[in-house]
């Protein structure tokens, strides 16, 4: 079955550095777009970051400067470098992966939690 581990959250204070990683199976890694999302109580949704199959990368203005995404083929593995981190980063993040063509998929992770509290 389709699979998306999320792990590496946790608690971090203000200015902190935290990297998460996404394992994933059960289906093609290398032919997917892969994503990270986060969400906080309250809030929508929104793309954090997102690396395609040839490893272009895309971050919105928030993010960018501070966050880092990259994919690892061989382990089947993405992940998400964040560093400055602030209080308002504080959030469940998902990973996200989708598919592109005449069949399009997309699949999500449980999500992991991360909390910037001094």
């Known amino acids: 079955q389709v699979q998306l581990v999320e792990s590496g959250g946790g608690l971090v204070q203000p200015g902190g550095s935290l990297r998460l990683s996404c394992a994933a199976s059960g289906f093609d890694f290398n032919t997917y777009a892969m994503a990270w999302y986060r969400q906080a109580p309250g809030r929508e949704r929104e793309l954090v970051a997102s690396?395609?199959?040839?490893?272009?990368?895309f971050y919105p203005n928030p993010m960018k400067g501070r966050f880092t995404i990259s994919r690892d083929n061989a382990k089947n593995t993405v992940y998400l470098q964040m560093s400055s981190l602030k209080e308002d980063d504080t959030a469940m993040y998902y990973c996200?992966?989708?598919?592109?063509?005449?069949?399009?998929?997309?699949?999500w992770g449980q999500g992991t939690q991360v909390t910037v509290s001094s």
């Open positions: 996200n992966a989708q598919s592109l063509g005449v069949q399009v998929f997309e699949y």
């Open positions: 690396i395609t199959r040839t490893y272009s990368t």
